[in-house]
């Protein structure tokens, strides 16, 4: 006797939830002579745009502290699906993870020629002084080892 009335308890359960799941379905529909709903507006478009940087930080998240996924060197396009507060959420050519970029280093030209690192006619900052020599091989003889040996 206790087996069936498990049974159909089960049973019970199971035709509830899926007359709940089609209420469910049913309540969304319209009714007949009901004043539809306006569309939501569409998306904007994506815009293609290109990297004005010579190497750009592809980030999971809008900001400096999120993880760098790679680099996006200069002229690379990408699609802009959004922007948000100085960011841009960007899927470069040819991917389909999706990441952020500094907007502003985003235009609409394709970069001609190689990035610019110093303004024209500015000397190239000096080489850095040679290191320190305190950690050089001398020449005086290393110290004897004495080699023993664990049976």
Not at 58 to 65: D, I, L, Y
Not at 83 to 98: D, F, H, L, N
Not at 123 to 135: Q, S
């Amino acid at each position: 006797m206790r087996a069936n009335t498990r049974i159909l308890t089960v049973f019970l359960f199971l035709g509830a939830a899926l007359l709940a799941g089609c209420a469910g379905e049913m309540a969304r529909l319209p009714f007949p002579g009901s004043k539809q709903p306006e569309p939501a507006p569409a998306a904007p478009a994506a815009s293609t745009q290109f990297v004005q940087a010579h190497a750009l930080n592809f980030r999971e998240c809008p900001g400096a502290q999120c993880r760098i996924m790679g680099v996006l060197l200069r002229g690379r396009e990408v699609s802009v699906q959004q922007q948000k507060e100085g960011w841009a959420e960007v899927i470069p050519q040819g991917e389909t993870r999706r990441g952020w970029v500094a907007a502003r280093y985003l235009g609409t030209e394709k970069p001609t020629g190689p990035a610019r690192l110093a303004p024209s006619g500015q000397k190239p900052a000096p080489e850095p002084p040679a290191p320190k020599e305190e950690f050089a091989p001398s020449d005086a003889p290393l110290p004897k080892v004495k080699e023993e040996f664990v049976k």
